[in-house]
């Protein structure tokens, strides 16, 4: 985010690139005087960086511009010993295509059920054989030189159980963890019950992470359907949102691409999503259809909803073009609105 430009250039921006639109305005509402319009236009412009509290950070330069990422599209099966090994095989195929950074989906070791998620359950803080399937991601991030991140998988930690993803940098050290933080509890009466909050415990913590691909904001499923998540990590400088995911045959089709887009519209970043692969004999059918959303909240690639892997290239030099074509993010009213990032502002008072 860019610093206020000085009110003179306000002034002479508004006289000028914005002369059709006074024109018109006054022409609607002609009890307004030009000189009142100029101060409510200079009002609302000088108060944009209050719309965020605290205010915004700057958007970072990255460490590389240009990347390939891969989105893993797995099909999950009971067996969790097969569910880690074809994990890694996916892996190991799109980091030989090119891929610096691999998203898996939700729950990608386990079948999707509250049965089953205290019995897949691994304790990641122990790690090694307490938790085999992190233990392969630090592997093969390591070995591979790749950042991962993890999808998610059922964690116990003590008496609870959490819907946890984890990212691995290229040294293969857990760089974060996420929590997922909105409980999947929905009753569509005929058509889609579950409560995650039956077996889960919620997150308590935003997570964005600087990876060796950029600064990312991470979410689970869920937690892309609440734009207030989105905002905050874009708030603090996200070049890009990974939601691994696993919508349904209800929500999928009506959602699933929906969200992704208006999550990318409305910060004007990347957003990777990936899901397991459907498989219509489970309990909890997939929708599938793994995408990466531009920040235009184009459609760069997706897929249907069989087992793939999707490769695609992000150039975050779109990010900053987007926001000089768009400039909404120094146009938001923050005399009339504001979206408060409490973790920050309770940090900075401590």
Known sequence: ?????????????????????????????????????????????????????????????????????????????????????????????????????????????????????????????????????????????????????????????????????????????????????????????????????????AGENPTIVDTDVGRIGIGICYDIRFQELAAIYAARGAHLLCYPGAFNMTTGPLHWELLQRARAADNQLYVATCSPARDTGSGYVAWGHSTLVGPFGEVLATTDHEETIVISEIDYSLIEQRRVYLPFIKQRRGDLYQLVDVQRLNAKST
């Open 1 to 201: 985010m860019q610093n206020l430009k000085p009110q003179n250039t306000i002034i002479n921006l508004s006289y000028s690139s914005s002369e059709t639109f006074d024109v018109s305005f006054r022409k609607r509402n002609p009890s307004i005087s030009r000189k009142s319009l100029l101060f409510t236009k200079i009002s609302a412009m000088s108060t944009s960086h209050q719309a965020r509290v605290p205010p915004p950070l700057p958007l970072p330069p990255p460490p590389v511009t240009k990347f390939k990422i891969a989105l893993c599209q797995l099909l999950v099966t009971a067996d969790k010993s097969r569910n880690i090994f074809h994990a890694r095989e996916a892996i190991e195929e799109a980091a030989n295509k090119g891929a610096q950074l691999v998203l898996l989906p939700e729950i990608w070791n386990s079948p999707y059920s509250n049965v089953s998620f205290p019995i897949y359950a691994e304790d990641i803080e122990l790690g090694g054989d307490a938790s085999p399937s992190t233990a392969m991601l630090s592997e093969v991030s390591q070995n591979l030189k790749i950042t991962i991140v993890g999808g998610s998988i059922p964690e116990r930690c003590g008496d609870r159980l959490y819907n946890t993803c984890c990212v691995f940098g290229t040294d293969g050290k857990l760089k974060a963890k996420h929590r997922k933080i909105h409980l999947f509890d929905i009753d569509i009466p005929g058509q889609m019950t579950f409560k995650e909050s039956n077996t889960l415990t």
